[in-house]
């Protein structure tokens, strides 16, 4: 098979797997059924096209060939259990629906089918970890190795995880539908933090080489980018979006030539991604204005989204409104409390109000257990200590962040900040 030949499935495999697994799981009501059928097909065009050529519609070709073994199986299923009329019944209703046009696209359909299967990769019934390696293959088309190299794991243990969330969906007897009322917005919480936790873990590599993962990080905007579409009623997903948007225009700036980590304020704005800027104050405004439409206020991600519109609206690092930042953590706390705000919100208070406002409220959260392997509490207590001229105390607190630090990238950058030079950095 010629490279082009591959690379070109593999292109249409990773924009289409999700919405072909997502209606076979409509006509199948299995997930993990669905996925294997489409995994059929994929494996079928691999075969199919270096003899026959790349079809004109290659995502139509890959939906009708998943459609036509979904449907075989529905038939074979229907034979089997023909004695049992009710049974039979409800198979009929599934060949009716999916049979009389194969190549027709019913895009409302297929964009049904996807939010539902949104629903069900991030299921509460299912772990965290399952959650998100189930996400990242059915919604991301990433393959297991993909996913293993991604966050640091052995493919094993990454197929594991799959193969237990498909089979605790299957005996959970989780139903392909949308949840409503209340139900909506509990399980839209466990969406929204699944894209989350895949998009912090590709802007902040918790372990590894490299201080970021760029790849999680596309995928989880890519997944925002298709929830909005499919929930644009939903303050909290627009917010998510604008979230990611922001913080990925300055992907290009976080690290210098050799992929050292930049900080915040010494990156070269310049180097931000206006596009991206716009999109995420666009979807900022949206989320306002839904929250306005509901009069209720801005949910967690569309505060940290606001925050970080702070950051690029300032054309220098001085620019920047600490005041407001600080405001915002405030809100942020009230509404979403945990160690880890109230860190950040040390920080701004710091910028805005000198480094011994901030290293008061750091101070209170020294024996927090939460962050008692948190290496960003050390790290922080770190510069304010050297902003306050207590170097020696600085010092001490950067080597205990490098120490926790799991990441070789950042662990360099404390360590220098220690005034220690690393062992890979000599």
Not at 290 to 314: N, V
Not at 387 to 394: F, H, I, P, Q, T
């Amino acid at each position: 098979m010629s490279d082009a030949v591959r690379r070109a499935v593999e292109a249409v495999w990773r924009i289409e797997s999700a919405r072909i697994v997502a209606v076979l799981t409509r006509m199948l009501r299995d997930v993990g059924l669905a996925e294997e059928m489409a995994q059929e097909a994929l494996v079928s065009a691999l075969e199919t096209w270096p003899a026959n050529g790349t079809p004109d519609n290659p995502a139509a070709w890959l939906m009708t060939a998943a459609k036509h073994r979904a449907l075989d199986w529905l038939r074979h299923r229907k034979l089997e259990q023909e004695r049992e009329p009710a049974l039979t019944y409800e198979i009929e209703g599934l060949l009716q629906d999916a049979a009389p046009d194969l190549d027709r696209a019913v895009e409302d359909k297929i964009g049904d089918d996807l939010l539902r299967l949104v629903f069900i990769a991030c299921h509460p019934v299912l772990p965290t970890e399952g959650r998100v390696a189930l996400t990242l293959r059915l919604l991301g088309g990433l393959t297991t190795d993909e996913i293993a190299r991604a966050f640091l794991v052995p493919e094993p243990t990454v197929a594991q995880r799959i193969v237990r969330a498909k089979r605790t969906l299957a005996e959970a007897r989780v139903p392909f539908e949308v949840p409503v009322g209340h139900e909506l917005v509990q399980r839209l919480a466990s969406v929204l933090q699944v894209v989350y936790l895949i998009y912090n873990e590709g802007y902040a590599a918790s372990a590894g080489a490299d201080w970021m993962r760029p790849a999680l990080c596309e995928e989880a905007l890519r997944l925002g980018r298709i929830l909005a579409g499919l929930a644009p009623r939903e303050p909290e997903v627009h917010g998510l979006a604008a979230l990611m948007e922001i913080q990925s225009s300055r992907a290009r700036a976080r690290t210098d030539a050799q992929g050292a980590p930049v900080l915040l304020l010494e990156q070269d704005r310049a180097r931000w991604d206006q596009l991206l800027i716009r999109r995420g104050l666009a979807a900022l405004e949206r989320a306002d204005m839904l929250c306005r439409e509901h009069g209720r206020a801005l949910g967690p991600y569309a505060l940290q989204a606001a925050i970080a519109a702070c950051h690029a609206r300032a054309r220098k690092a001085e620019d920047t409104d600490w005041q407001r930042i600080a405001a915002l953590y405030d809100a942020l706390a009230q509404l979403a409390p945990s160690p880890v705000v109230e860190l950040n919100r040390a920080v701004a208070v710091a910028m805005a109000f000198g480094p011994a406002a901030g290293l008061e409220l750091v101070d209170s959260l020294v024996d927090e257990p939460a962050l008692r392997r948190y290496h960003l509490l050390p790290s922080v207590r770190g510069d304010l200590l050297h902003k306050l001229g207590r170097l020696d105390e600085a010092r001490l607190e950067f080597e205990r962040a490098a120490a926790l630090t799991r990441n070789e990238r950042e662990r360099t950058l404390l360590l220098e900040r220690a005034g220690i030079r690393s062992a890979s950095n000599p």
